[in-house]
């Protein structure tokens, strides 16, 4: 009980940033509507102003106008007036009329008054009143209840309760979404969705490039896969993909998301010499995983497929199919065990390759044997408790393990999924 509070404090602190960040988050994107509506006001009141200066210069140029038609009677009437000053015709003073009256009455003169602007009070108290309220952080203490749960046990034969025959004849990855339905990715561009029934309900076609690496779900239910042709982890949401993390010299193999929302990435130099594993929250590395403390590589430098999983107590635990062995080290990274498989069961043509790995809610691990169509059960300390060897398994490869500790396991060979019930 005292791990699991350690576990759960840890996990809350480990939240901190990524809940705080939400909240940040969620004011920016009000402060960003705010600006938005600021600047539809301001327009507003702008065009205003261009149609009461349109209104202002029509008024004034009315009255210019006639001004000026007025100015050219008067030059009129001077031309004529110099003309009859030089004329010995006495009928054209006689006809004259004098229009000194008609001019010298002035038109009215219009005066248009600039508009004004009258800015609402900007006080920082308002603009907090109006923005929006933050409620405080409450604290408040739960009695912790010891629990007397009974850890559940292996069953004596396990057993296949359901096959989803997929489209894939090449059946690669699965894993588990908390509704129950599985995405599924195998040696084509499609990454499709299936319910327990078989049902198709999605599928997304990944866009460049050979098929996707693996998949995975973040903890808001997103698709995540990986493309080794693009050197991206790549998030599908809404129907849309997002970059997530670009590689440069290293290609990303398989994928884990972590019990504190991190991503792992498997992957390998572009050379093949070299592989590791990376942590990401989000896209910012948090973390390398590469060489033990002598400095010995921890993981074998060739393509071959590196399925990750984080383990119940945090230990990262690789299925290096190259190495033939299962790589298991501490969340700081630091070795704890290896396990080769018993070589006694295999025959010699038959060397130990895991492929898929998964972990259940009793901190075991269960990695796929494609050489043997079985899988091994171990417990978090390396140690062989069990095997799955008669589902008639044809060449498992990924593994994923569902909320209630359901086993489902991709056979490539066929392309179906198996679910299997191993624990009471």
């Given at each position: 009980?005292?791990?699991?509070?350690?576990?759960?404090?840890?996990?809350q602190?480990?939240?901190?940033?990524?809940?705080?960040?939400?909240?940040?988050?969620?004011?920016?994107?009000?402060?960003?509507?705010?600006?938005?509506?600021?600047?539809?006001?301001?327009?507003?009141?702008?065009?205003?102003?261009?149609?009461?200066?349109?209104?202002?210069?029509?008024?004034?140029?009315?009255q210019?106008?006639?001004?000026?038609?007025?100015?050219?009677?008067?030059?009129?009437?001077?031309?004529?007036?110099?003309?009859?000053?030089?004329?010995?015709?006495?009928?054209?003073?006689?006809?004259?009329?004098?229009?000194?009256?008609?001019?010298?009455?002035?038109?009215?003169?219009?005066q248009?008054?600039?508009?004004?602007?009258?800015?609402?009070?900007?006080?920082?108290?308002?603009?907090?009143?109006?923005?929006?309220?933050?409620t405080?952080?409450?604290?408040?203490?739960?009695?912790?209840?010891l629990?007397?749960?009974?850890?559940?046990?292996?069953?004596?034969?396990?057993e296949?309760?359901?096959?989803?025959?997929?489209?894939?004849?090449?059946?690669?990855?699965v894993?588990?979404?908390?509704?129950?339905?599985?995405?599924?990715?195998?040696?084509?561009?499609?990454?499709?969705?299936?319910?327990?029934?078989?049902?198709?309900?999605?599928?997304?076609?990944?866009?460049?490039?050979?098929?996707?690496?693996?998949?995975?779900?973040?903890?808001?239910?997103?698709?995540?896969?990986?493309?080794?042709?693009?050197?991206?982890?790549?998030?599908?949401?809404?129907?849309?993909?997002?970059?997530?993390?670009?590689?440069?010299?290293?290609?990303?193999?398989?994928?884990?998301?972590?019990?504190?929302?991190?991503?792992?990435?498997?992957?390998?130099?572009?050379?093949?010499?070299?592989?590791?594993v990376?942590r990401?929250?989000d896209?910012?590395?948090?973390?390398?995983?590469?060489f033990?403390?002598?400095?010995?590589p921890?993981?074998?430098?060739?393509?071959?497929?590196k399925?990750?999983?984080?383990?119940?107590?945090?230990?990262?635990?690789?299925?290096?199919?190259?190495?033939?062995?299962?790589?298991?080290?501490?969340?700081?990274?630091?070795?704890?065990?290896?396990?080769?498989?018993?070589?006694?069961?295999?025959?010699?043509?038959?060397?130990?390759?895991?492929?898929?790995?998964?972990t259940?809610?009793?901190?075991?691990?269960?990695?796929?044997?494609?050489?043997?169509?079985?899988?091994?059960?171990?417990?978090?300390?390396?140690?062989?408790?069990?095997?799955?060897?008669?589902?008639?398994?044809?060449?498992?490869?990924?593994?994923?393990i569902?909320?209630?500790?359901?086993?489902?396991v991709?056979?490539?060979?066929?392309?179906?999924?198996?679910?299997?019930?191993?624990?009471?």
């Amino acid at each position: 009980m005292y791990e699991e509070v350690v576990v759960d404090l840890e996990n809350q602190i480990a939240n901190l940033d990524g809940g705080y960040e939400k909240l940040t988050t969620a004011i920016s994107e009000h402060g960003a509507e705010w600006h938005k509506q600021i600047d539809i006001v301001i327009n507003k009141m702008k065009t205003e102003i261009c149609e009461m200066k349109l209104k202002h210069r029509d008024i004034l140029q009315k009255q210019l106008d006639e001004i000026r038609q007025i100015q050219s009677h008067i030059k009129q009437t001077l031309l004529v007036i110099e003309e009859i000053k030089e004329s010995t015709q006495v009928s054209a003073i006689i006809k004259h009329s004098c229009k000194n009256s008609e001019f010298s009455k002035l038109p009215p003169k219009i005066q248009v008054s600039l508009p004004i602007f009258i800015p609402k009070p900007t006080e920082q108290k308002n603009m907090y009143k109006f923005f929006g309220d933050i409620t405080p952080s409450t604290t408040t203490t739960v009695e912790y209840v010891l629990s007397r749960k009974k850890p559940k046990k292996l069953l004596d034969a396990p057993e296949v309760v359901a096959t989803i025959k997929t489209q894939y004849k090449k059946l690669r990855s699965v894993t588990c979404l908390n509704n129950g339905n599985l995405w599924t990715s195998g040696e084509t561009n499609d990454i499709n969705c299936y319910n327990i029934e078989g049902l198709r309900l999605h599928t997304f076609t990944k866009i460049s490039g050979e098929f996707p690496n693996d998949v995975s779900v973040d903890s808001n239910g997103n698709l995540l896969y990986s493309n080794g042709a693009t050197r991206t982890v790549n998030k599908v949401k809404n129907g849309k993909t997002e970059e997530l993390i670009r590689l440069d010299g290293w290609r990303p193999g398989k994928l884990c998301v972590t019990s504190t929302g991190d991503i792992l990435v498997s992957m390998f130099s572009n050379d093949a010499a070299q592989s590791k594993v990376v942590r990401y929250s989000d896209s910012t590395e948090k973390q390398t995983i590469q060489f033990d403390d002598k400095g010995k590589p921890l993981y074998s430098g060739n393509k071959k497929t590196k399925y990750i999983i984080e383990n119940r107590n945090q230990d990262i635990c690789v299925a290096d199919c190259g190495a033939g062995e299962v790589v298991v080290v501490n969340q700081d990274g630091k070795l704890r065990w290896r396990y080769t498989g018993y070589r006694s069961i295999f025959a010699d043509n038959h060397p130990f390759k895991p492929r898929g790995i998964t972990t259940d809610s009793q901190s075991h691990i269960l990695t796929a044997d494609g050489e043997m169509d079985f899988i091994h059960i171990l417990d978090m300390n390396g140690q062989v408790i069990r095997y799955i060897d008669n589902c008639d398994l044809k060449t498992p490869w990924g593994l994923c393990i569902d909320n209630e500790d359901n086993l489902f396991v991709c056979e490539r060979r066929g392309g179906n999924v198996k679910k299997i019930k191993y624990l009471k």
